[in-house]
């Protein structure tokens, strides 16, 4: 006999973060959007109504943490608790890009944890399990309670370069990515190089690039989890150019690209810049050399597999 599904039939809602990431889940699963009524109020107050009944049903709320984060991030915990109060018998939040992933530690004197916050309003909420891509700070998910699933577009991003057979070296843009870096070189079976800062003399706020490793004559892939406004990952591809780097390519997963990050990669001197649909890109800031690679099937062999109980570990050989 067959393992029994724990619960009812799967239920998934788009919110307003990235519906069309949901889209492509939904069709990769070939399972339609539920549907549901998001009213913002001329005060600014969200709300939430469901079209039909998920008593019973596995419920899993899509929703990265996009602009405007804060409303978002609220329609998440109001559709959370507006699905949990209508008795679905569970509640995932999808959050392809989770916000407050920078702020994971107390690293300075009188600061908060505003990841660990996140967390805490996310079960408070009502959510039972949470899926992610690619969090800045692994140890994030210490902050929650309830199981969730932290992945990663590595796979989907080595696929892409290895199918490129480069002549060529993986850098990363600071040391702190070092270990993923490796990683990613490491499946590329390519060399791995560092940018390495530090302070320059004894002059406040003034830093100096080093690179540790060769990309003299060589492709460079410039690895990274997101680029926000864009200004390490300059340094990076201008630092391995002054180094006599042949092609450089930057890939990262989630592309926040907060001003003045489009014009920066514009005016780079880049092969490629390949990345992921974990947020939306509008249409200003899609570049001619900009390549957006889907983390619908990943997203949408995890829900099925969280559904049906079985291992996720499995779809990365772990």
Not at 76 to 86: E, G, Q, Y
Request: glycine content about 6%.
């Amino acid at each position: 006999m067959s393992d029994m599904v724990a619960y009812g039939g799967i239920k998934l809602f788009a919110g307003s973060g990235n519906p069309e990431l949901a889209q492509r889940i939904a069709a990769y699963l070939n399972i339609p959007l539920s549907s549901w009524d998001i009213i913002q109020f001329p005060n600014e107050n969200l709300f939430v109504k469901l079209h039909g009944s998920v008593r019973g049903q596995d419920v899993f709320i899509i929703q990265s943490h996009s602009r405007p984060i804060h409303q978002n991030i609220m329609e998440m915990l109001i559709a959370i608790d507006c699905v949990k109060r209508d008795s679905a018998g569970r509640v995932t939040a999808v959050i392809p890009y989770m916000a407050y992933a920078q702020s994971d530690k107390k690293d300075q004197p009188r600061v908060p944890i505003s990841a660990r916050l996140l967390a805490d309003m996310i079960e408070i909420a009502g959510a039972d399990r949470w899926i992610t891509i690619d969090l800045h700070a692994e140890q994030i998910q210490g902050f929650y309670k309830i199981p969730g699933d932290s992945l990663t577009a590595f796979h989907i991003l080595t696929d892409y370069f290895n199918a490129k057979q480069l002549d060529g070296v993986v850098v990363t843009p600071d040391l702190g990515f070092a270990k993923r870096g490796r990683n990613f070189a490491a499946t590329l079976d390519l060399p791995l190089a560092f940018v390495e800062k530090r302070r320059a003399g004894n002059e406040t706020g003034r830093e100096a690039l080093s690179l540790i490793g060769t990309v003299e004559n060589k492709d460079v892939i410039i690895v990274d989890d997101l680029v926000d406004t864009a200004g390490s990952m300059g340094e990076a591809v201008q630092l391995v150019k002054s180094r006599g780097a042949r092609d450089v390519y930057i890939t990262f997963t989630h592309p926040v690209l907060s001003d003045p990050a489009t014009e920066r990669l514009r005016a780079l001197p880049v092969k490629e810049i390949v990345t992921t649909d974990t947020l939306p890109i509008s249409p200003e800031k899609k570049l001619p050399n900009m390549t957006i690679l889907t983390v619908a099937p990943l997203l949408g062999e995890v829900i099925i597999r969280s559904h049906e109980g079985r291992s996720v570990g499995e779809l990365f050989n772990e």
